[in-house]
């Protein structure tokens, strides 16, 4: 085992060493985990907003007043932005991946702790970046999360697209390098810094989750750092990359040969693995927690690992399924439809690993257990809409409709957040040294759950009878306003699901300085974070370096003394 | 143990002379008269009773405890069991009586195309209504079945079956590839070959945020265009840019609504001049992107008379909800008149 460069062997003292510009990767763990609080609140926020839009256009709101059609869109922009950038990928990974996985290898922190506080502090002003395109003029742009030119390229063509616009892509290219520069910590650490015995095939499967997204982030981020930078010199420099002749209200502009389909690919090769980043740490949560709570080993390790692996490569080789409509040739489009059936081949694994896991367990109900459920429920809902959306053919008529938008808050919101929430449950003694509230954890999930259905399923009903995307009425197009009832139904849905999470949030702060100690080992979990202290101490394992014996979920050992062997309990009696 | 019993007296003393009542450890301020001041007295000693002298339930160290943390584990591993397998299934058929029943459907079908992208749509439907309902069933039989229970057989310790694992992959496999290829098909059909010879010539070209459509009239050619004589706010020809000194542009007819001739194929190119529109036509099962500086051919052909709407279906600026217009399909014999009708306009 290697030694990260600047192993700490004693804490930093001072309030701004040990809190803020920390090098401990717990404590940049904790701050990822509350810049994606913060970032949840806000992208939540943005899309009550819109719902409430959809159904009173003219209703006047508290602080925002009345909310105007291009408002809606920089609404949209912004929620997708923030959700998929500041939450989906920065929670689980820098959070979570943060917090944990340095401890779940047996290592005292990231190969690069340096690096690491980087990597926060420019996520961080990524972040303020975002917030600062609601407050300049024109306010935020309209182009929506995906940026399609030539409407994000051209500062004429809507309200939005001047300065917002502009930092927009800045603070994605800004979190692009920050996840970079995660990624390359993340991968170093996995390879390098595993304690004795912690062998590949006896990592736990969220770090290999965590492993598997960071070389996906590693991959992926570079194409739209470079891809949004070409968008600034598109917008602001008079290139043509992605714009060609083009006549924006009666004006010819001086853009010439540009494609904007080259944006679209280079997009979604980013945007697709993206999908993946979101969705792989909440796959490996769920198959912790599973197994933890079922007391049995899971359910073919080594099938789940190939599944991982196979869904990061093929991640890479379907981005055009985005594009049917999009002009491409029709001749890659059965190509990439092929390869998009394929990766729900490993999906469909994992899934029945699931299945296989609980089956003939010792089921706990504590709270992570249930939004591990959850995840699995969502994750086949919102799985068995990709195959629709996978052949071009059915795709003519589904192609940016509320079915596309049901599918994937389903699949990468939801279930994603779910993973989110299962980790946050599970791991919040570790973290806090406190357990959080059972009692309100569950009824936080059932109307999460309950909630989350009401919303999003519904919409792949919409979509099917035609109602498209980014309308922010849908009084302009009669067949489209006949749906209204049914969309009101939602609003009302999401009403009541926003205001449940405040129960979360409620119980997340009161538990923190209000809930029952936790002991070292509340869930009687096996792997190596639940054989330190609670918290762990500064270097994690208190100056002693963990020996590792044992696979990761080694529940129910027939003749052990206990129905759990951790991976360090040197006794015989485990196999893996 | 004599103290104690001291202690359990002058305590349960000072609750009954004190003002706050305490019952099973609860204040109940409620209790003011004489009969209720009684019980409450009662119940406190026993409260008091029960604390001091027996080891608190949950308290896991006894063997009281434990059987007691047991059953009320189970109790509750019943209830949350039987709570996660009630909301699972509710979810699971609601969601599918709303599909099966058709409450919301695709809107029926109006071109040639319909009735295989339909076809494939139901089979999909049906084949991944199946895995749904068998996964979310089987899901909330799980949890139910295998909920911890004092009484219940060890977990079978196992890491998984190889020959499940394969066998599941290659029938999935099979599923999903087998209905791509079904699906391509169809794809191939539409898309690999151009439009039929004497196709109806028709060029859509959208714009923030109204479609125009543009017939080569009587000679078959569509005139030149220009980018610098696009003017949006004129409407008509002037929107679309049209030259008019070019002699094939004499006879071009540029309207806002669309006329398509019933049963026959129809040769649409696609042109957008400011960002990126989607022509969208949900009855005629037909979606295409018009993309600035591309000229996109695609062919379509409306077999059922009737007027269908046209979206946008890509976001295309603050007025996306509004780019909305009419597909008007009408026998051959009306098309022409009305096409003859429009020339006549434009002399």
């Known amino acids: ?576 | 143990m004599p103290w104690r019993l001291v202690f359990f007296l002058g305590n349960t003393t000072k609750i009954s002379l004190n003002i706050k009542f305490k019952c099973d450890g609860q204040e109940c301020p409620s209790h003011r008269n004489f009969s209720s001041r009684l019980a409450c007295f009662l119940c406190a000693g026993l409260w008091y009773t029960r604390r001091r002298l027996l080891p608190a339930p949950w308290d896991e160290a006894t063997a009281v405890g434990k059987s007691f943390r047991v059953v009320l584990g189970c109790l509750e591993g019943w209830g949350m069991g039987l709570a996660l397998l009630f909301l699972i299934w509710l979810i699971t058929l609601v969601s599918t009586y709303f599909f099966v029943a058709k409450t919301w459907w695709l809107p029926v079908g109006a071109a040639a195309a319909a009735e295989w992208i339909d076809g494939q749509f139901a089979l999909t439907f049906v084949l991944m209504g199946i895995v749904f309902l068998a996964a979310q069933l089987g899901l909330g039989y799980i949890v139910w079945k295998y909920r911890e229970r004092p009484s219940g057989p060890p977990v079978s310790y196992s890491h998984g079956n190889t020959r499940l694992e394969v066998v599941w992959t290659l029938l999935t496999a099979v599923l999903f590839i087998g209905l791509n290829l079904m699906g391509s098909r169809v794809w191939a059909s539409q898309r690999f070959a151009p439009a039929e010879t004497g196709a109806v010539q028709v060029e859509v070209t959208g714009m923030q945020f109204a479609w125009y459509f543009r017939y080569p009239g009587p000679d078959g050619k569509y005139g030149a265009t220009s980018p610098k004589l696009m003017d949006p706010s004129a409407g008509g020809e002037a929107a679309v840019g049209l030259n008019t000194s070019d002699a094939a542009a004499k006879d071009d007819v540029v309207t806002g609504t669309m006329y398509l001739p019933v049963n026959r194929e129809v040769d649409l190119s696609l042109r957008a001049v400011d960002v990126i529109h989607s022509f969208f036509v949900p009855s005629l099962r037909f979606k295409q992107d018009a993309v600035p500086g591309l000229n996109i051919h695609m062919h379509v052909k409306p077999t059922v008379i009737g007027e269908y709407e046209i979206a946008c279906a890509e976001l295309c600026g603050l007025g996306h909800y509004k780019m909305h217009g009419m597909v008007h399909v009408v026998s051959q014999e009306d098309f022409d008149k009305w096409l003859a009708a429009r020339e006549a306009e434009k002399q």
Request: proline share 6%; glycine share 10%.
């Open chain 1, 1 to 576: 085992m290697a030694t990260p460069a600047s192993v700490h062997s004693h804490a930093p003292q001072g309030f701004v060493r040990k809190y803020i510009f920390s090098l401990d990767h717990k404590v940049i763990g904790i701050q990822y985990f509350f810049l994606a609080l913060t970032a949840v609140f806000v992208g939540m926020l943005l899309s009550l907003l819109m719902r409430i839009h959809m159904i009173w256009p003219t209703a006047a709101l508290p602080l925002v007043g009345e909310i105007k059609p291009e408002t809606y869109l920089s609404l949209l922009t912004m929620h997708g932005t923030i959700m998929v950038f500041f939450v989906l990928t920065t929670a689980p990974q820098g959070g979570f991946g943060n917090y944990v996985l340095p401890i779940q290898i047996g290592a005292p922190d990231m190969a690069f702790p340096v690096l690491n506080m980087l990597s926060f502090w420019t996520t961080f002003v990524g972040f303020v970046l975002i917030i600062a395109a609601f407050f300049v003029t024109g306010g935020a742009p309209l182009h929506g999360w995906t940026g399609y030119p030539p409407l994000s390229a051209v500062q004429s063509a809507g309200p939005g697209e001047g300065l917002g616009a502009d930092l927009w892509i800045t603070s994605i290219a800004i979190f692009c390098i920050a996840s970079l520069m995660g990624a390359l910590n993340f991968i170093t650490t996995t390879l390098d810094l595993r304690a004795k015995g912690m062998t590949m095939m006896r990592l736990p499967l969220t770090v290999w989750s965590w492993f598997i997204t960071a070389i996906l982030g590693l991959l992926a981020f570079g194409v739209l750092l470079s891809a949004g930078i070409l968008l600034l010199l598109d917008r602001n420099m008079g290139t043509s990359f992605y714009v060609p002749l083009v006549v924006v209200n009666g004006q010819v502009l001086g853009h010439k040969g540009g494609s904007p389909l080259l944006w679209q690919h280079l997009f979604w090769f980013f945007g697709h693995p993206e999908v993946y980043i979101a969705i792989l740490p909440g796959m490996g949560v769920a198959s912790q927690v599973l197994s933890t709570f079922s007391r049995k080993p899971i359910f073919g390790y080594k099938a789940m690992v190939y599944a991982m692996l196979s869904i990061g490569f093929f991640g890479f080789m379907v981005w055009g399924h985005h594009m049917f409509m999009s002009g491409m040739s029709p001749y890659s489009a059965f190509a990439f439809s092929i390869l998009t059936m394929a990766i729900g081949v490993p999906s469909a694994i994992k899934t029945f690993n699931w299945l296989g896991t609980m089956w003939k367990g010792k089921i706990r109900f504590h709270t992570p257990m249930l939004y591990a459920i959850g995840f699995v429920s969502l994750f086949v809902s919102g799985g068995l809409s990709g195959p629709f959306l996978a052949q071009p053919v059915l795709d003519i008529q589904l192609h940016d409709t509320y079915f596309v938008v049901g599918h994937f808050h389903l699949i990468m919101g939801v279930a994603a957040i779910f993973g989110i929430f299962a980790a946050t449950y599970y791991w919040f003694p570790k973290m806090f040294g406190r357990m959080m509230n059972e009692t309100w954890g569950r009824i936080h999930f059932f109307i999460t759950l309950a909630g989350t259905y009401a919303i999003f399923m519904p919409m792949h009903y919409l979509g099917m009878a035609g109602q498209t995307r980014r309308y922010s009425q849908f009084t302009e197009v009669p067949y489209q306003a006949k749906l209204i009832p049914l969309q009101t139904f939602i609003t009302v849905a999401a009403i009541i699901t926003i205001s449940a999470q405040f129960i979360f949030v409620i119980n997340l702060f009161w538990s923190m300085f209000k809930g029952p100690k936790a002991s070292d080992n509340p869930w009687e979990a096996t792997t190596l974070e639940w054989t330190t202290s609670t918290p762990p101490p500064h270097d994690n394992f208190g100056g002693v370096t963990p020996v590792v014996h044992h696979g990761p979920y080694e529940y129910g050992v027939p003749g052990a003394a206990k129905d759990f062997v951790m991976q360090t309990d040197p006794a015989v009696g485990a196999t893996h």
